[in-house]
Structure formats: structure tokens, C-alpha cells
């Protein structure tokens, strides 16, 4: 119930193109759904989070898409750039529950 | 100003040594946490401390010892260094241990030959 299922495990796209990658989870305590991204060599940062409250948050070129009733969630990043390439990891925690991550999502955008 | 900073970023050691990873925070955050990252890049929890305690310990070997002298450092030694020990450590920080955001250091490149 811990578990945190993420996919694709790795995701090639064209400059401009849309990445899409999606998470799953089963603990219905999560109240906290942040994604971070990883670049070579750089510890994991926060990307952008959202909270069960809202079905959608943008922030750039970067969405959370939200779905409380199937417990999923995903991540679009439209207008993907060669500078986007990295890995991407969801995450969920609440109050009382402790941080899970996901696999985790390696991103390569193609020039 | 590097808000999670951890030393050394790298670090080459031979098996059966003893080494010390360290780790500071100035976010003023009260809980700290080690995680391992391997080379197909999953994220492990192993230790989590709030306020000094411990309070996340995951199937760790007991060659792995955190220690916290206060709520800004968390060290993590590691005695009788194994070749399946080498992988990335991250050092990280939360305003609370649940629901809050996790603040990772740069991480600590760890090789055992």
C-alpha cells in the first residue's frame, strides 16, 4: 500500500513534443503529490507539487493532472526542450505517512 | 547558499574501511534523512530523524549508523565498507517529517574497490 508505481520507465521525445509520464498509487492517506527532477550528477529538486484539493496545476510549461477517484496522477511537459532531459521521480506523502517515491522516469528530449 | 550541503562529494575507499559521510542544513527544517540511490536510480529511504530522533529505519545493515547532534546535522558512518555499498547517498530535509517538501543535498558519490 506504500507503493508508488510510475511510468514509463523511460521516455524519448522530440524537441516541442509533448512528455507525458503517469503515477499510480493505493494509499489513500496521500494528501501530498510532489514530482522532482533529477539531472545528471545534481541531487533530485522539487518541480512542481500539487495537493488533492485541485485536478490540474501548471506552472510553465510543466502540469500535474490529478485524478483522486482512479489514485493517479501524471505529469505533461508540453513544448519539451533537449534541457528538460533528465530523470523525473513522483513522490506522495501525507500527514502520518511517510515519503514514497516512485522508480523513477528517465527523459531524453531529442534536438 | 547551499541549503542541504553534504561532504565529501566523492569518495573512493577500499573494502573493510570505515567512512563518514556529513551533512548540514540551513533551513531551520527539523527532520533529516539519508537516502541511497543505486544505479538503476531508485530512491531508498534508509534513516529518518526528527528533532534528533529517530524515526525511519528501514532493513539497513547495522554497518550503517546515523547520528544526529543536532536538528541542522546528520552524519551517516558506514564501517567495514562493502563493494555493494558503493552507490549515490543523499542527504535531505523536511519541515516535518509528512506532507511537507523534501530538500535533497547534491549528493555523496560513493565507490568501494
Known amino acids: 500500500q506504500q507503493q508508488v508505481k510510475q511510468s514509463p520507465q523511460s521516455l524519448i521525445v522530440q524537441k516541442g513534443g509533448i512528455s507525458i509520464i503517469n503515477c499510480a498509487y493505493e494509499n489513500t492517506a496521500f494528501d501530498y503529490f510532489p514530482w522532482y527532477q533529477q539531472f545528471p550528477g545534481k541531487g533530485p529538486a522539487l518541480l512542481i507539487a500539487i495537493r488533492p484539493d485541485v485536478s490540474e496545476k501548471k506552472e510553465g510549461r510543466f502540469t500535474i493532472s490529478f485524478n483522486k477517484s482512479a489514485k493517479q496522477f501524471s505529469l505533461h511537459i508540453m513544448d519539451s526542450q533537449p534541457g528538460d532531459s533528465a530523470t523525473y521521480f513522483c513522490?506522495?506523502?501525507?500527514?502520518?505517512?511517510?515519503?514514497?517515491f516512485g522508480p523513477g522516469t528517465r527523459l531524453s528530449v531529442l534536438p | 547558499d547551499t541549503a542541504v550541503s553534504q561532504t565529501p562529494k566523492y569518495l573512493v575507499t577500499q573494502m573493510g574501511n570505515d567512512k563518514s559521510i556529513k551533512c548540514e542544513q540551513n533551513l531551520g527544517h527539523d527532520t533529516m534523512y539519508w537516502y541511497k540511490q543505486d544505479s538503476k536510480k531508485f530512491l531508498k529511504i534508509m534513516f529518518s530523524y526528527n528533532n534528533k530522533e529517530l524515526i525511519i529505519n528501514e532493513t539497513v545493515p547495522n554497518r550503517f549508523s546515523p547520528k544526529s547532534p543536532d536538528k541542522a546535522h546528520l552524519n551517516l558512518h558506514i564501517n567495514s565498507l562493502e563493494l555493494g555499498d558503493s552507490a549515490v547517498y543523499f542527504c535531505?530535509?523536511?519541515?516535518?517529517?509528512?506532507?511537507?517538501?523534501?530538500?535533497f543535498g547534491e549528493g555523496s558519490w560513493l565507490t568501494v574497490v
Open positions: 535531505a530535509s523536511s519541515l516535518g517529517h509528512s506532507g511537507n517538501t523534501i530538500y
Open positions: 513522490a506522495a506523502s501525507g500527514y502520518g505517512q511517510n515519503f514514497v
